[in-house]
């Protein structure tokens, strides 16, 4: 007896489409990869998306718009910077865990295509507004004088980021564990 073929729906073809993506490069990858692996045809594929470019903005987009919620937190937007800072910190620690596969697409993206620079355009953007937390944590005296906020977050993101090279889910490394380690370091920043 010939087993089932799987069935996809559009998120089940996403998260086919981001491991791809993110193993074979997006330029590397055509239709027809993304065919083969998922055992279904193209037309098949077409019925879900209009294109392999709307594949990829909807999974950068999947991490984006996670990442950008964090600032929508009560936690983001009331009290100390550096109190809020430590609260996206945590949270991107944990967007980074719970959309690892669209985060790790995310941190490959070159600007090769539009969709591609419009998702390096809102990253920077997202990264501007963690920069200004830490210029007010620096300003505020609770972070340590003299720290380079471009470059205190630069340092501590890419630390974060780095994260997806490594991590694995269900590891013996818990989220816990991860948010632990990264907060111990940015609060060795405090004076």
Do not use: C
Not at 55 to 60: A, R, V
């Amino acid at each position: 007896m010939t087993p089932a073929r799987q069935r996809y729906d559009q998120e089940s073809l996403l998260a086919v489409a981001a491991q791809v993506f993110t193993e074979r490069g997006y330029d590397g990858t055509s239709m027809e990869d993304l065919a083969k692996v998922t055992g279904i045809t193209k037309s098949s594929i077409y019925h879900h998306v209009q294109s392999k470019e709307e594949l990829l903005g909807i999974g950068l987009d999947r991490a984006l718009d996670a990442l950008f919620a964090v600032f929508d937190e009560p936690a983001s937007m009331d009290g100390k910077a550096v109190e809020r800072l430590r609260h996206v910190v945590r949270r991107t620690v944990e967007v980074l865990v719970a959309e690892l596969p669209y985060v790790s697409l995310l941190l490959r993206v070159r600007g090769n295509t539009a969709t591609e620079q419009r998702a390096l355009d809102r990253r920077r953007t997202f990264d501007r507004a963690v920069r200004a937390l830490f210029a007010e944590a620096i300003a505020d005296g609770d972070l340590r004088a003299g720290l380079d906020p471009a470059l205190t977050e630069r340092l501590v993101f890419g630390m974060i980021n780095s994260t997806v090279e490594w991590y694995r889910p269900r590891s013996e490394i818990t989220v816990d564990d991860l948010v632990g380690a990264v907060l111990a370091i940015v609060d060795g920043l405090r004076r």
